[in-house]
Structures are given as structure tokens and as C-alpha cells.
């Protein structure tokens, strides 16, 4: 127990060398230059034209200034900087990765935006959105770099845009200060999806001008427009977003599973460091809907969302419920927990105002905390159905072991803080300030603060649900936080996206969680010799081979890594579900 389950990139200098080519890309780079590190390219749409499966690209730091764009017709949008280039696998990628301990900043406050108005005329002039970055491509693992001041025209546009793209992994990038979402997955076409979004940020998006209103579309994250039965689902790991002027997480038509887990929301719905309340934004923290087709039954759990200018966890008239599970939802303007939902037919057309899900296709609550105790739609709901005349109140699902059923009525006593910077301080940058919305670990992890963590005595201890998730006490506590087991703060894996290796029997075959588990506040078990084959990967994430059970019955792990591999160095070692670093 206490092992970390984030085992952050770093070099691996002693073994990179079997892998594809490596290039560099330096703001004092030169596009001609042969991409080494004493020459490197100036931009990563350079990187971009040159590499294969297995490449990898360090980023240096400093400011990349985007004043140029280039056109994608697919999409009929321009882009600052567009990689279509594509790995081979999830054990295959190519790497975009800020070169350690060096911050780059792609700045897109010169970069020319689209005019085009409501709908594009199929020119570059007449393009609808523009963005910093946008991917259209498969297998790409993006770490460790801002995007921020993105402008705009007539639409809202997007920090980092990803379109049609297939496993996508980015890793603490920081998408802020920009005239529309931080971060947009539009999946509309068959076999996308599977991105993981790990330890990542987006706040401070404002988008003041749009043609549908003053902060519409300014979202922290969305994923939207994957149908029913295609691709993979997408997971968002310990993301955070706040400040954004419209939701922070928001997933409207959005017809296949999405997972957020030990995922932050705050202060969503206002703008201006908290100073601004745009008229237009939703201000919802975590809001997981709109689903016509049945399809979005999404996973919500071990999240928080507090001050925000709505909802904190809002179902947005979905037509399929999902599971919400061991959230804390904390001081919200509106309602903490909002589970409003309605009917479609099968073709997606309402067929009711609002009217409660039941049977299978109900929310599941289990092990939540609201405080104070407002929401709706849960228990009791409203329900109205012009066609039947119907119009009245119902009763409706109300989950289980939350604080409501359990009417706790917890107080300030219940916490070990109920006071963080973003609960008290408007007008100043969050990122730059101590606290749960303050810089990030070395590792990505968040600061172990004690801001809305149980303390000792508290009346949601011991009061969940098994949910299956390692627990402390005598039985799972309610809400994010488990009392009594060491906490990384934020969801933790290895940064490997490896699901579906061809050396497959180290595990399952269930797509991303057969690599990415993610147990509770990062805890792992011991890594055994016995419990199987393991696969081994650098410490870029990158698949070396495996040792089978056979070979590991002939001493340790490390023993057999340095018989194996012959070279010093820190390797990432999985067996089954569980990982660990080994040296």
C-alpha cells in the first residue's frame, strides 16, 4: 500500500535508444534545421511532417509564438499548429513531450482566427474556428506544456482541439485563458475516442463575443458527438477546471461512456479570476449529458465540485442515467446534486419535458456527499408529460448510502477544512496560489491539502457502500475522500496508455482498463513474482517486452530486468493490474 501509481515520464537515456528516431523543437529553432538538439526545429508542425510510430519529440521551453496557421479541410477549420501524424498502437506511439524540467508555452495571442460566421464556405477565409493545437490523428502522447490566450471573432474556439482522433493521451497540459473550451473532443466519426486526459487543467476560458452569447461555450473540457456502439470510452484522471465561463466538464451529445475520476470543478460560471458573471454561461461544474440515444451512461466518481455559479453534479436532461459514485459536492450557488432527465424515442426525439429514469435506465447514486443538502430531482421529481397529461411530482430513485438518505446533516465538524484559497480569493490567478487549484507536483499530483476531507469522528466515515474500491475503516466513507489512507490528491497511472498490447498475457483484454486501473487515492498492492506474466516499459511509457511466469521464479524483478535488458535504469513493470517502478 502507498506505492505511487503515477510514475511520471523521465529520462531513460540508457534504453531510449531502441526506439524510433528523436527530435527537438526550440523556440530559437529553425524549421531547415536537421531537429537534433544543437539544431532543432522551430515549430511542431515541422516535427509533425517528419515523424513515425515511435518517435519521440522533445519540446524545450519558453514561449512558441503562434502568428501562423495552416488550413485542415476535413474539419474546414485553421490551426496554429495540426498533427495528423500517427502511431501504430497504444504500445506504439509518437511523443510530444516537454523536454524535463523546461516549461513550454504555446501562446496563440497573435495567432490569426477565423472570421467565417455560422457556417463555413470551405476556405481557409471563410473558416468557422481556429485553434492553438489540434490533433487529427492516432496513438499521440502529449506532456507537459501550456496553451493559453486563444482569441476570437464570431465562435468560440478551443485551446486544444481533437477531431476524429483515435487514443489520444495528454499529460499535464494547461489549456487556460482562451476564448472558448480548454480542451474539445469532437469523436464524430466511427472508432474514436479512448483518450485519456491525465492530470491536465483548463481554467480562465472566457468567450465574451460569441454569436450564441457572453460565455456560451467557454467549457474547462468536453467530449462530444460520439455515436452509439463506436470507439472507446474516454477518461478524464485527475483534471481539474475552474473559472471556465460556461461548464467545467461538460459532455452534451455525447452517445458512448465517458469516465471522470478524482476530477476537481470550481467557481464554473463566472469569469474574470471570479470578478465576471457572464450572462450566458451555465456555470454547472460536472455536467454529464445530453443523451438522446441511450447511449451516455457515464462513470462520475471520487470527484469534487464546490462554488460553482450553478450545479455541482448536473445530469442536464439526459435520457439514461449514470453512475455517480462517492462525489463531494460542496457550497454550490444552485443545487449541489441536479439529476434532471427526460424521454426519447428511439430516432432521439423528446417525447417528455422532464420525467424521472427508472429501472436500469436510473441514476446511480451510491456513497455522495451534499453539503448543505440541496439538489433536485432526487427522491422527488418533477415530472411532465404533455402528451399523457401528466404534471405533477413522483417519487424517483434517491441512490444509497449518500448523505441524504442518511440524513447526516453534516456540519463544518464533519471536515478537516472547509477553507481553501478557491473558496475565499477572487480576482488573482488560482494556478499561482498554495491549494487544491494551486501548482501541481512534480509528478502532476495536486497539493495534499486538507480542504474537504473527513477528519477524525466525522459521521460519513465508515457509512458507503463496497463499491469494490480499497477503504480504510470498517466500510467505505462517503464522498472523494477516504479517511485514513495516505492521499496523492489526484487520480494517479502509468503514463503508458497501454491497453491492448500484443503481449497479452500479462492481463485482460478489456481495452484501457486493462492497463489504466486506477485505485482509490492511488493506492496500490505490492507487486508479487508469482502473480503472472508482466509487461515492461521504459520510463517514456514504451512497451520493451515481458517476462513470463517462468523467469520470474528465478529471482526478483529487478534481478530478472537487469538479466533481460542488460542496461542501469528505472523500468515500469505491470502485472495484471497493478504497477510498479523498479530500478
Known amino acids: 500500500m502507498g506505492a505511487k501509481f503515477l510514475l511520471t515520464l523521465g529520462f531513460a537515456l540508457s534504453v531510449a535508444q531502441a526506439f524510433g528516431a528523436v527530435y527537438y523543437v526550440a523556440t530559437d529553432g529553425k ?114 506544456f501550456e496553451v493559453r490566450n486563444t482569441p476570437m471573432i464570431h465562435n468560440s474556439n478551443s485551446g486544444i482541439f481533437l477531431y476524429a482522433s483515435k487514443h489520444i493521451f495528454l499529460e499535464q497540459i494547461d489549456s487556460h485563458h482562451n476564448a472558448g473550451p480548454g480542451f474539445f473532443a469532437n469523436d464524430g466519426a466511427a472508432n474514436g475516442g479512448g483518450h485519456i486526459f491525465l492530470n491536465c487543467d483548463a481554467h480562465d476560458n472566457y468567450d465574451p463575443l460569441g454569436w450564441q452569447g457572453d460565455g456560451e461555450n467557454a467549457d474547462g473540457f468536453g467530449a462530444h458527438y460520439q455515436k452509439p456502439g463506436e470507439g472507446d470510452t474516454t477518461k478524464f484522471i485527475g483534471c481539474r477546471a475552474w473559472w471556465n465561463s460556461d461548464d467545467g466538464f461538460d459532455f452534451i451529445n455525447q452517445e458512448f461512456p465517458v469516465v471522470l475520476e478524482n476530477c476537481y470543478a470550481m467557481g464554473n460560471g463566472y469569469s474574470d479570476y471570479g470578478l465576471g458573471s457572464p450572462k450566458n454561461g451555465n456555470g454547472h461544474g460536472i455536467k454529464m449529458g445530453e443523451s438522446t440515444l441511450g447511449g451516455g451512461r457515464h462513470t462520475i466518481r471520487f470527484c469534487a465540485a464546490w462554488k460553482n455559479k450553478a450545479t ?195 492481463g485482460s483484454s478489456s481495452g484501457t482498463d486493462a492497463f489504466i486501473a486506477t485505485p482509490r487515492n492511488g493506492h496500490l498492492p505490492a507487486l508479487h513474482n508469482a502473480r503472472g506474466a508482466a509487461l515492461v516499459f521504459d520510463m517514456q511509457g514504451r512497451y520493451l517486452g515481458t517476462l513470463h511466469p517462468e523467469q520470474l521464479r528465478f529471482g526478483t524483478v529487478a534481478e530478472v530486468l537487469r538479466t533481460k535488458f542488460r542496461a542501469p535504469g528505472a523500468y515500469i513493470v505491470r502485472q495484471r493490474n497493478s504497477l510498479k517502478k523498479v530500478k
Open 312 to 506: 455541482g453534479f448536473y445530469a442536464n436532461y439526459t435520457g439514461v442515467g449514470s453512475k455517480w459514485l462517492n462525489n463531494t459536492s460542496y457550497m454550490n450557488k444552485d443545487r449541489e446534486f441536479a439529476m434532471a432527465s427526460t424521454l426519447f424515442d428511439s430516432e432521439g426525439n423528446r417525447i417528455a419535458e422532464v420525467a424521472p429514469l427508472t429501472g436500469d435506465n436510473a441514476h446511480v447514486l451510491k456513497n455522495n456527499i451534499a453539503f448543505p443538502n440541496r439538489n433536485s430531482q432526487v427522491g422527488e421529481c418533477w415530472e411532465k408529460i404533455t402528451s399523457q397529461n401528466i404534471d405533477h411530482y413522483v417519487d424517483c430513485p434517491a441512490g444509497e448510502n449518500n448523505s441524504w438518505n442518511l440524513k447526516l446533516d453534516l456540519t463544518e465538524d464533519d471536515f478537516e477544512s472547509l477553507d481553501d484559497p478557491s473558496m475565499t480569493v477572487t480576482g488573482k490567478d488560482l494556478s499561482t496560489i498554495a491549494g487544491i487549484l494551486g501548482p501541481r507536483n512534480a509528478d502532476g499530483s495536486i497539493p495534499d491539502v486538507g480542504f474537504l476531507k473527513l477528519k477524525k469522528g466525522s459521521r460519513a466515515i465508515d457509512k458507503g457502500e463496497d463499491l469494490g474500491f480499497p477503504f480504510a475503516g470498517e466500510a467505505p466513507d462517503l464522498g472523494a475522500f477516504e479517511y485514513g489512507m495516505p492521499s496523492s490528491s489526484s487520480a494517479q497511472l502509468s503514463s503508458s496508455n497501454s491497453a491492448t498490447s500484443s503481449s497479452s498475457a500479462a
Open 31 to 144: 524549421d531547415g534545421n536537421v531537429g537534433s538538439k544543437d539544431r532543432p526545429f522551430a515549430t511542431l508542425n515541422k516535427a509533425n511532417a517528419v515523424v513515425h510510430a515511435g518517435d519521440t519529440v522533445w519540446i524545450r521551453g519558453g514561449i512558441y509564438d503562434l502568428h501562423d496557421t495552416v488550413f485542415y479541410s476535413r474539419y474546414k477549420m485553421t490551426a496554429g499548429i495540426l498533427l495528423t501524424a500517427s502511431g501504430e498502437s497504444d504500445d506504439n506511439r509518437i511523443h510530444y513531450l516537454a523536454y524535463p524540467g523546461e516549461r513550454p508555452i504555446f501562446d496563440a495571442t497573435n495567432l490569426p482566427v477565423a472570421a467565417g460566421g455560422e457556417h463555413s464556405d470551405g476556405t481557409p477565409e471563410g473558416a468557422m474556428y481556429t485553434s492553438p493545437i489540434v490533433i487529427a490523428a492516432k496513438y499521440l502522447h502529449l506532456k507537459g
